[in-house]
């Protein structure tokens, strides 16, 4: 199995730019997925392999990748991207989510 | 509209059993591999188990192998969980997802605890 690392929390002023990353050994050379988790609601996937949005989520999130990082940018976060944000990806018949960050913007 | 019904959650005793289902609705179910993912209140989503669309493949968390098996039948669009010999530390909202985490259900919640 693999291990993946987030931040516990990132802060942003609404109008910021907020940025979460994603650390393993296994992201060098495996696609990484990003899921938007609100309360009380099932997980959303936002970005796929590294950099990719699904059709219906907002262009001001992107995803990026450098080594054995990705990163999950929000520009411009707005209050209602509040959330936990949780990592993904996947090798050798096992899947790892990270411990999942919680964005708080106000 | 793609949608994912979880079923079958509830309280069991330790040492206990349970079935969880998953019925699709809305895609080719067949053409998806579908697993489960639970949650703990307020901690993160750790993966349990996928099966490929054709359901040849299956594979498990180490925590669970051995314990836990899903399945699925293509016909009635249903994905299954078998738990047996539950333990405290397996009670979760468990969910379904299809596409690894392209379509997601709602959830299941499931209570160990005697």
């Known amino acids: 199995s693999f291990e993946l690392t987030q931040p516990s929390s990132v802060s942003v002023s609404p109008g910021q730019t907020a940025r979460i990353t994603c650390s393993g050994d296994?992201?060098?050379?495996?696609?990484a997925r990003w899921f938007q988790q609100k309360p009380g609601q099932a997980p959303v996937l936002v970005i796929f392999?590294?950099?990719k949005r699904p059709s219906g989520i907002p262009e001001r999130f992107s995803g990026s990748s450098s080594g054995t990082t990705v990163t999950l940018t929000i520009s411009g976060a707005q209050v209602d991207d509040e959330g936990d944000y949780h990592c993904?990806?996947?090798?050798?018949?096992?899947?790892?989510f990270g411990g999942g960050t919680k964005l708080i913007v106000l | 509209e793609e949608d994912l019904l979880e079923s079958g959650g509830g309280l069991v005793q330790p040492g206990g059993s349970l079935r969880l289902s998953c019925a699709a609705a809305?895609?080719?179910?067949?053409?998806?591999?579908m697993s489960w993912v639970r949650q703990t209140p307020g901690k993160g989503l750790e993966w349990v188990s996928t099966?490929?669309?054709?359901?040849?493949?299956?594979y498990y968390a180490d925590s669970v192998q051995g314990r836990f098996t899903i399945s699925r039948h293509n016909s009635k669009n249903t994905l299954y969980l078998e738990l047996r010999s539950l333990r405290v530390e397996d009670a979760a909202v468990y969910y379904c997802?299809?596409?690894?985490?392209?379509?997601w259900g709602q959830g299941t919640r499931v209570t160990v605890s005697s």
């Open positions: 099966i490929s669309g054709d359901g040849g493949s299956t």
């Open positions: 809305g895609f080719t179910f067949s053409s998806y591999a």
């Open positions: 296994v992201l060098a050379k495996k696609y």
């Open positions: 392999e590294d950099t």
């Open positions: 993904y990806s996947a090798a050798d018949g096992s899947e790892v």
């Open positions: 997802a299809a596409g690894y985490g392209v379509i």
